[in-house]
């Protein structure tokens, strides 16, 4: 059964940074992604790396009108999986290559300058 738990105060989470809770098995890393609050499991659903310890950054796209044809988007957003690279949107758990492919994501709010998980 989910439980609605206390992870820290809104001022030690910046946005651009994350938060790792001790949660279940593998643990749940909480972002805030340009002051939105995001989690997802700390399991990369690929081979079962530490997904949260990955690089937190953005991706590119193709984009003709760009410069060597592609741009930088969604800065913040992606994690990248510490042993084979791959890329997670934190706001959707979905996997940028095969969008069918993702990670579990948990409701995040915040009460009184408190961030709380559902996990």
Not at 20 to 42: P, Q, W
Not at 65 to 89: K, L, M, S, T
């Amino acid at each position: 059964m989910a439980q609605r738990r206390f992870v820290c105060f809104l001022d030690e989470l910046p946005p651009g940074e994350m938060k790792l809770v001790d949660i279940g098995k593998f643990g749940v890393g909480v972002y805030n992604v340009r002051g939105a609050l995001y989690a997802i499991v700390n399991y990369c659903s690929h081979e079962g790396a530490p997904l949260c310890l990955g690089l937190l950054g953005g991706t590119t796209e193709s984009a003709p009108e760009a410069p060597g044809g592609i741009r930088r988007v969604r800065d913040g957003q992606i994690v990248r999986c510490p042993w084979h690279n791959w890329e997670f949107d934190i706001t959707t758990g979905q996997n940028l290559a095969d969008p069918k492919r993702r990670v579990r994501t948990y409701p995040v709010d915040v009460t009184d300058e408190e961030v709380y998980l559902t996990a």
